[in-house]
């Protein structure tokens, strides 16, 4: 066999990715295209777009089925500059990586071939995988040591060289008892991959095209093929809702150890889950069953309580929220605010310092620093048609089980008097009261009693 050395190294050779997403995916019983379903808010095609920016490759072509509109949507948003290839019939995945020959041409040193329902592949491993290419190596298969081969193609091979790889119906009884086996991810020199794709033959018994035999081609060219090995859990195919499962499962402890190692306290990290795009700070203390959702960050010495769900939201530092509080998308916590158990935060602003204690839907508002907003405040936000906005300034006191009815502006230092349905403006370090004016009457209840139980007597 010949090994060439190129002279470039990884990081200075041309590379695509081309990402195969045509399958249905119909074992996952939905009508969401397997590749959508989501880990840790993201779709599995998504944390392969992720791990393929990660790893420094220049140009990402995906393979799709036909109708596939929201596959499509969906790379492109994640991706804008990828290339789209519609695969219209399934004959394998040589086949599949054919259909977008033209836009792999030879304009390539490198390419990699990925699945779209393989999405805990790690950057590293993938530059791994890559790095034979710059030495001389035309294919490069990605192999696991599988704990059940079965159903697995395996890898054969002689020393650190690849002579084969064997799908598991096509394989003999001695091929069979390999344990090395094939995750279906491979690397192949940009220059040769078309060449060598298009002389595999349709002669296995599913009567495809299998990429997989580019090894045994490459090699009665005198061409050099290896394998780099991955940890099983790594290139995890996802088919149903168990294997989803089990691959949110590792992504969420991916995602927690990655916190607590840079500072999160977690008291019981199994019960947290965190998004893929949770950002933290140091000294953040997070107790049990907390839940991260899209697009949320979290400054230095926050302390998040237990039961309490996020989503959209920047917490900075020193804040303080929960127990069972809830932060939709909007909400923006500043310095040392505190949140208290059941409140409801969404789409609003609130002031260094301000605080939210107990019991109260705050929406569409802005809140000034220092300000108190007392137990059962609700900002009436909605008319059944329009959303209205709420501005409380600096120092407000709002007393409890009060109700705000936007648009409204409450100046700073004012107060509102409990029990009071607010519904004009109040001017700076003012008293708003509206409330009915209380009425007592001496021993009513009394009378009230006597009357109910001869009444009750009666019958």
């Known amino acids: 066999m010949v090994s060439k050395d190129s002279g470039l190294s990884s990081a200075t050779r041309s590379c695509a990715a081309i990402i195969l997403a045509a399958g249905e995916g119909t074992r996952m019983k939905s009508d969401i295209p397997k590749v959508l379903h989501e880990i840790a808010n993201l779709s599995m095609i998504g944390h392969v777009i992720m791990m393929v920016q990660e790893a420094g490759v220049d140009t990402l072509i995906a393979v799709i089925g036909p109708g596939r509109e929201d596959v499509r949507a969906e790379i492109l948003k994640l991706c804008p500059s990828a290339k789209i290839v519609v695969q219209e019939q399934r004959l394998g995945t040589a086949h599949a990586v054919l259909a977008a020959k033209h836009e792999i041409g030879e304009r390539f040193d490198d390419l990699l071939v990925l699945f779209a329902d393989t999405p805990l592949l790690r950057a590293e491993t993938l530059q791994s995988l890559r790095k034979p290419l710059s030495s001389g190596a035309a294919v490069v298969a990605l192999g696991f040591d599988a704990e059940n081969p079965a159903g697995y193609g395996r890898i054969l091979t002689e020393g650190d060289r690849m002579i084969a790889i064997r799908e598991h119906k096509d394989a003999t009884e001695a091929e069979r008892e390999v344990t090395l086996c094939n995750s279906g991810l491979m690397a192949l020199d940009g220059k040769l991959a078309i ?12 009567r495809e095209f299998y990429l997989t035999d580019v090894v045994e081609i490459a090699n009665r060219r005198g061409l050099a093929s290896f394998y780099r090995v991955a940890d099983e859990q790594e290139v995890m195919g996802v088919n149903d809702r168990v294997q989803l499962s089990r691959a949110e499962a590792v992504f969420q402890g991916r995602l927690r150890n990655g916190a607590m190692l840079a500072g999160v306290t977690m008291t019981a990290p199994e019960t947290v889950f965190l998004s893929f795009d949770t950002r933290f700070g140091r000294d953040v203390h997070v107790e049990p069953h907390v839940v991260f959702g899209r697009g949320v960050s979290v400054g230095d010495n926050v302390r998040v309580k237990a ?17 069972f509080a809830r932060l939709r998308p909007g909400t923006e916590l500043g310095v040392g605010v505190k949140i208290g158990n ?12 301000a605080k939210i204690n107990h019991l109260s839907y705050i929406g569409d508002a802005t809140i000034g620093a220092r300000s108190n907003i007392g137990a059962g405040t609700i900002t009436c936000n909605y008319d059944g048609f329009f959303k209205y906005t709420t501005i409380i ?3 407000a006191f709002i007393g409890a089980n009060s109700s705000l009815l936007a648009p409204i502006s409450i100046g700073n230092g004012a107060f509102v008097g409990s029990g009071s349905v607010v519904t004009d403006d109040v001017p700076a370090n003012a008293l708003a009261l509206a409330r009915g004016k209380q009425v007592v009457k001496l021993e009513w209840a009394t009378a009230f009693r006597e009357k109910a139980r001869a009444k009750k007597a009666r019958k």
């Not at 060449?195 to 599913?206: D, R």
């Not at 059941?342 to 310092?353: A, H, L, Q, R, Y």
């Open 307 to 323: 039961f309490s769900y996020f989503e959209e939201t920047k917490i900075a530092e020193q804040a303080e929220i929960g127990p």
């Open 342 to 353: 059941f409140v409801e935060v969404k789409k609003s602003v609130i002031g260094d310092g």
């Open 195 to 206: 060449g060598l794709i298009e002389a595999i033959e349709n002669k296995n018994s599913q």
């Open 393 to 395: 300034g600096e120092d």
